[in-house]
């Protein structure tokens, strides 16, 4: 089993920056696709980014595009998320998460393992 512990979280004023990091426990890691989801309080878990286990094929959610870069480092086990402009809208609870499938779609069903989230709380 693959363990994910997020860090990087925190609170930033409107259009500053964080970088999340991931840091991944387990020896299937380097073959699995990697994805940040986040959740906003009463909102459903939204798609953020996903990047495949070589790093060839990565995908943003639209609302994202231009700000958030998602990046992988296979030798540390460990995936970012760089965010940069960041809004109030981007307050949430930041997941990584893993799939063993090749290139998994945006949605939650489609990922076997999750971290415990770490928040983000952007000011306005």
């Known amino acids: 089993q693959v363990q994910l512990v997020e860090s990087g979280g925190g609170l930033v004023q409107a259009g500053g920056s964080l970088r999340l990091s991931c840091a991944a426990s387990g020896r299937t890691f380097t073959r699995n696709s990697m994805a940040w989801f986040r959740q906003a309080p009463g909102q459903e878990r939204e798609f953020v980014a996903v990047?495949?286990?070589?790093?060839?094929?990565?995908y943003y959610a639209d609302s994202m595009k231009g700000r958030f870069t998602i990046s992988r480092d296979n030798a540390k086990n460990t995936i970012y998320l760089q965010m940069n402009n960041l809004k109030p809208e981007d307050t949430a609870v930041y997941y990584c998460?893993?799939?063993?499938?090749?290139?998994?779609?945006?949605?939650?069903?489609?990922?076997?393992?999750w971290g415990q989230g770490t928040q983000v709380t952007v000011s306005s």
């Open positions: 990047i495949t286990w070589s790093g060839g094929n990565i």
């Open positions: 998460a893993g799939s063993s499938r090749i290139l998994p779609r945006s949605v939650s069903s489609d990922y076997d393992y």
